[in-house]
Structures are given as C-alpha cells and as structure tokens.
C-alpha cells in the first residue's frame, strides 16, 4: 500500500561529504547520516577528487543501511530515491548515483537525479515551507550565485562569480594564512581571536571587489591575491597568532561588506520585481559559507533594513548533507518529474538553463 506521506532517500556524493538521509513529505527528517572526509584531505590541504571518489566508494553502503536502520524502515518503505547527479567532483557524483540507481532498480522504484545546487536552494523550503518565489544568496565551495526560485526547476540567475567562488576564497585564503582545512570554518573561529578589530582593519586594508557597480555579480579572486601580498609582507617563518588572527578578522568584514553592497541591488530588483505579487518577500542564504555568523549578521541587518525576511538554514543543513537532496526528491516526485536510470552525472549543471556564461567563472557560471 502506499505511504499517506511520500517517503524518499537522497545521496549526495559531490565533494568531501558522504551523506544518506531519509525525508518524508511533511518536512519531517526521519534519518540524516553525513560523514566528513577531512581526516582524508587534511595532509593535503583540500579535497583531492580521486581520494574523495574512493572513500565515498568505501562508505556508501554503509550510510545507507544506517540511514534505514536509524528511520527505523526497509527499502519497501520508501516511495522514491534521489541522488546528487551534478554539478560537482565527477568520481563522486558517479559513486552516489550508481548506489542510488541500484537501489531504485532493485526495488522498482523511482529515481530522482538531483541538482546539488537546487537541493542548497530548497532547502528553506524544508525546514520553514517557504513560498516561491523567493531570493537567493548561494554560497557554497563550488558556487556563489544570486537567484530567484520561481518554482521547482525555475530558476533566474542574477548574478555569479566571474572567477573564485566564496567558499573556495575562505578556503585558499586560509591556507595562505597557515590554517588547516577545512579553511573556512577555520578562518571564522581565527577571526574570533582578533583584540583590537580596529586596528586589525587599519593593519590589513583589502579591495572590496564590485563594489557600487550595478547588478549582482561577485568577483574574489582579488581579495585572495591581497592576502597573500600581506602574509608575504609578514615576518618570515611562523606566522604570528595576533597577526593571522587580524588578517582573518579583516579578510571577514570585507566578505561581509561586498556581500551586502550585492545583495542590496539584488533586493532593490527584487522588489522591483516581485515585491507587489509575493506575500513575504524573502532572502534565503544557503551553501556552506552560510555557516558563517558574521555573514548572516550582515544579511539579517540588510533584510531588516528593506523591510524584507530573512532565512538562513540550521547550521547542520547549511553544508552538504543527504536530507536536502532527498528533499528535491519529493519535491519533483509530487510533481511527476522523474527521471529514467540513464541520467548522466553532470559536472556542469547550471540552475538557470538560460544564464550566460561568464568569462573566468568556469563551472561556477
Ligand atoms: O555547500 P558546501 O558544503 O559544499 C559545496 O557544495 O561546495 O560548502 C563548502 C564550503 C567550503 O568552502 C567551506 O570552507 C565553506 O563552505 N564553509 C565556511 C564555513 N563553513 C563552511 N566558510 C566560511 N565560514 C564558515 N563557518
Ligand atoms: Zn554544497
């Protein structure tokens, strides 16, 4: 008999995280196993995509069985399985997709191959049943982007990176700084450390790129490339605690005032846009980066102050994880759009089909 709520897996499989969740359609996350390769990755100081590809291959089965076991349920009780099937480290997607397809095959059910960056973007619609259409700041490891979702698989993209992505700053930023991986997370808790912040920002004057030019594109390749000028200038051997610790404390605020100065003509469009339509306008923050507390400060005082609302996911929903991809899963399950067992992994996948390209942005535009 079928389930009263549509129940559905998710795998994701695209970087450093495997992670196994089961969602069921009334938001409710019934199992949410993830489990972090750093311990991999850390002698070298980044994710390195064949190892990534290998240790997801080691512990998939594993994280699945848990993931039943911890909902309490068996593959009959589930109504669909979802998979990352791009964008992202291509070794992986294939090892999550493959796990997911079986499972589907095997057990006659459908298969949802999902995008990484659409399960980032709905996630607020897991967790708060939010309204399309909303406004989106997505900053993860692989993208920085500003979107509006007007639906399931609708979405207008406004602006991107044209060359390094947010996450993919933090993290170089903070190795050339000295701190272990995982970078951002590392720099945050360092800039924590800063005494005298005035004085910091005085030490460490940084480019603030894009900012006051129109629309609401991101450029950070030049932020990262300041601060290797100034870990450069720093005595030579040991870096100094005090003087990482202002540099990340500078390197934050400056993130914190471009974001602002983009998302503020994001806003202005958006009510522009939409604002007489929607009910609530909002602004979500997801990806990684949106783990960051300096940087949901900014963006709570910004919304306030244009009358709009804020969302940013619980802390363990902002990196990559299992329930958001499943959750995409019934998201298009509701909606028939399934997809048949020969879906490809897709290292490039962008939300908006119709978004150009830009120069330098790569896979991130
Ligand atoms: O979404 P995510 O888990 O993976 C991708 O889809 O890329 O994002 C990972 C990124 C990494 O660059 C990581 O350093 C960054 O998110 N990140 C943070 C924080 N936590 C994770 N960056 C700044 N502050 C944090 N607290
Ligand atoms: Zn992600």
Known sequence: MDNPLKIVMGIETSCDE???????????????????????????????PE???RAHMDHIDTLIKGALD??????????????????????????????????AASHNLPFIGVNHLEAHALTARLTDKIEFPYLILLVSGGHTQILVAED????KRWGTTIDDALGECFDKSAKLMGLPYPGGPNLEKMAANCQNPTQALEKFPLPTPLKGREGCDFSFSGLKTAIRNHVEKLPAGDLNQDDIADLAYAFQITVGKVIVDRCQNAI???????????????L?????????LHIREVLEDLTKASNMDFMAPPMGLCSDNGAMIAWVGIEKLKRNMLDTLDIAA?????????????PGGGVKA
């Open 18 to 48: 495997t992670a196994v969740a089961i969602v069921r359609e009334d938001g409710k996350i019934l199992s949410n196993l993830v489990l972090s390769q750093i311990k991999e990755h850390k002698a070298f100081g980044g994710v390195v």
């Open 51 to 53: 190892i990534a590809a």
């Open 70 to 103: 911890d909902a309490q349920l068996t593959f009959s009780d589930l109504n669909g399985v979802a998979a990352t099937s791009g964008p992202g480290l291509i070794g992986g997607v294939m090892v999550g997709m493959m796990a997911g397809k079986a499972i």
């Open 152 to 155: 399931v698989d609708q979405y």
């Open 268 to 282: 202005s469009q958006f009510l522009s846009t939409y604002g007489k339509t929607t009910k609530s306008p909002t």
């Open 284 to 292: 979500v923050v997801c990806g990684g980066v949106a783990a960051n």
């Open 346 to 358: 897709r290292p490039r996948w962008p939300l908006d089909k119709g978004a150009e390209k830009r």
